[in-house]
């Protein structure tokens, strides 16, 4: 499926169910908002996103806890976690969806190696992160976590609601 694909099926589900979602992106840098908000009619469901590039946005904005930052790292399930419940906090939503990675083609570490990514949802009480390696140039990887991402969130929404 495309990014307009999933993105046209979430935007169905979340105004089906009257709910709301936002984003905390890293990695993505706003690419999984911008594929959001393609859909004509998104204002309906979609409120808003932080770009959280940097740890001290993640902490002071999303309230990333300072002790996951600095003993789990970015790149983290408790960081991908407490970045979507930030987001919902902040932007006052039911749902969000979170990443954080290494896109590369520099950063990686053989712990974080280049592709690590995790993703972050929320729905509503539901709240899980997903761990992925992806392959690939930094666009590359860029573009599997968009559609991994929304491709995660239309199978929760679509179990969940």
Known sequence: MTSGTLSK????????????????????????????????GSSQY????????????????????????????????????????GACSLLETECAISVSGVAGPGGGTPQKPVGLVYIGIVVNDYTQSFRNVFTGNRAEVRQKTVLEALGIFLEILENTV
């Open 9 to 40: 099926r979430i935007g169905e589900l979340l105004i089906k169910n009257r709910l709301t979602v936002s984003v905390a992106e890293s990695c993505t840098g706003g690419l999984i908002g911008a594929s959001l908000t393609d859909c004509a």
């Open 46 to 85: 979609f409120k808003g996103g932080i770009i959280a590039y940097d740890n001290s946005i993640k902490e002071r904005i999303l309230k990333v806890p300072q002790n996951i930052l600095q003993s789990k790292g970015a790149v983290s399930e408790g960081t991908v976690i407490a970045m979507a419940k």
